[in-house]
C-alpha cells in the first residue's frame, strides 16, 4: 500500500520561502514520476512540478524559477523548495505518485499574505 506524507505548509509573508516534504512508504521515490499539484479555494487542482525517475523535472509557468522540485532517495521523500512566494501560491498542496494507479497525500495548507 502507497502512502504519502505531506508536511512543511504553514502561513508566511509574500516574499518568504517554505519547503514542503512528502514522506513516502510503501513505494520508492525513486521509482515512477512523482509531482507536487495545488488547489486553490474556488479553483481546480493543477499541476505544479514533477520529477522523474531520471530526475527529469518539469514546472507549470507560474513558478518557473521560483519553486524546485526534489527527492532524496535514502530518506525516500520528496521535496518542493518554494522561495518568492506570492498570495497567488495560497492553497493546499498535494503530492502524488504515478505508478500503474495515482496516488495522493492527504494535502499541506500554504497561505501567503500580502
Known amino acids: 500500500q502507497v502512502q504519502l506524507v505531506e508536511s512543511g505548509g504553514g502561513l508566511v509573508q509574500a516574499g518568504g520561502s517554505l519547503r514542503l516534504s512528502c514522506a513516502a512508504s510503501?513505494?520508492?521515490?525513486?521509482?515512477?514520476?512523482m509531482g507536487w499539484y495545488r488547489q486553490a479555494p474556488g479553483k481546480q487542482r493543477e499541476l505544479v512540478a514533477t520529477?522523474?525517475?531520471?530526475?527529469?523535472?518539469s514546472y507549470a509557468d507560474s513558478v518557473k524559477g521560483r519553486f524546485t522540485i526534489s527527492r532524496d532517495n535514502a530518506k525516500n521523500t520528496m521535496y518542493l523548495q518554494m522561495n518568492s512566494l506570492k498570495p497567488e501560491d495560497t492553497a493546499v498542496y498535494y503530492c502524488?505518485?504515478?505508478?500503474?494507479?495515482?496516488?495522493w497525500g492527504q494535502g499541506t495548507q500554504v497561505t501567503v499574505s500580502s
Open positions: 502524488m505518485t504515478l505508478r500503474g494507479a495515482t496516488y
Open positions: 520529477i522523474t525517475n531520471g530526475r527529469a523535472t
Open positions: 510503501g513505494a520508492s521515490v525513486s521509482i515512477g514520476v
